[in-house]
Nanobody, 125 residues
Framework: VQLQASGGGLVQAGGSLRLSCAASGRNFRSYAMGWFRQAPGKEREFVAVVSGSGGRTYYADSMKGRFTISRDNAKNTVYLQMNSLEPEDTAVYYC???????????????????WGQGTLVTVSS
């Protein structure tokens, strides 16, 4: 599976962006898909994950209510809609695929069978 993230850019505080992650390869539906981010000088941070069917989602507490993860299995794509962006959201955002779905995404350092290359989101104040 190869993942290609896109949609990052520069946005003012309070604005919105939608990230996309397109997957190539077979059996996209069999993978949970999620997003992580890494700000300069900080550790990687879990953002959200969606199950293979798209029916279940799990978010980091700080993202709830502002970010929405979704997927379109017909297009082999996962999305991250980000609203009410804050300067603290500035980071490189990475998409990942893993055969397992669940809260382990937020705590297991080994999560992610496949990773995208990252897309930079910059939120100006």
């Amino acid at each position: 599976v190869q993942l290609q993230a896109s949609g990052g850019g520069l946005v003012q505080a309070g604005g919105s962006l939608r990230l996309s992650c397109a997957a190539s390869g077979r059996n996209f539906r069999s993978y949970a898909m999620g997003w992580f981010r890494q700000a300069p000088g900080k550790e990687r941070e879990f953002v959200a994950v969606v199950s293979g069917s798209g029916g279940r989602t799990y978010y980091a507490d700080s993202m709830k209510g502002r970010f929405t993860i979704s997927r379109d299995n017909a297009k082999n794509t996962v999305y991250l809609q980000m609203n009410s962006l804050e300067p603290e959201d500035t980071a490189v955002y990475y998409c990942a695929a893993d055969s397992a779905y669940g809260s382990s995404w937020s705590s297991d350092p080994k999560v992610g069978d496949y990773w995208g290359q990252g897309t930079l989101v910059t939120v100006s104040s």
